[in-house]
């Protein structure tokens, strides 16, 4: 016995909206790449990362030294490598802890979050951390990714605090 014909029809309507909320989750997620906290932008980063830490379901140890305001593209930037590096720890790690520092040092920013978890960690597993080297390195920036099954994931960007040099080249390093 054969599926009646208007199963057809409604299997294709329900293909047509599945592929259309897709497309509008998909622009709704790049439109919210380019929003940030407004607690960001009023702030500065060490307001805006001790708010990401207290919502944070692992322990967390967050160390900022950062003198004061910094550029608004270098905020925005580490931002987001802290709370992309919070959000995959709490979601894939099964981490006991984590530690953020976050320190500028001469014309550089370190920003390193650190799990104590499994590991595992990728840059061709999902668009999370590609994006995050991606603006790294846009800012001239290096991005760097350490894990291992022992011990656990850390998440390295440096920062440059001046505009980026054309000629200076960008890199990242990947170790498991």
Known sequence: MGAPPKAAELRAQLDG???GLTGVLDELREFARGIHPAILADGGLGPALRTLGRRCPIPLTLDVATGGRLPEPVEVCAYYVVSEALANAAKHSHASAITVQVQAAGDVLHVE???D???GARLGAGSGLIGLKDRVEALGGQFTLRTGR???TSV???LPL???NPERSSS???TS
């Open 17 to 19: 909206i599945a592929t």
């Open 172 to 174: 990242s390093r990947l």
């Open 150 to 152: 022992e011990d656990g």
């Open 162 to 164: 001046a505009p980026a």
């Open 117 to 119: 978890g499994a590991g």
């Open 113 to 115: 979050v650190r799990d």
């Open 156 to 158: 390295r960007a440096e």
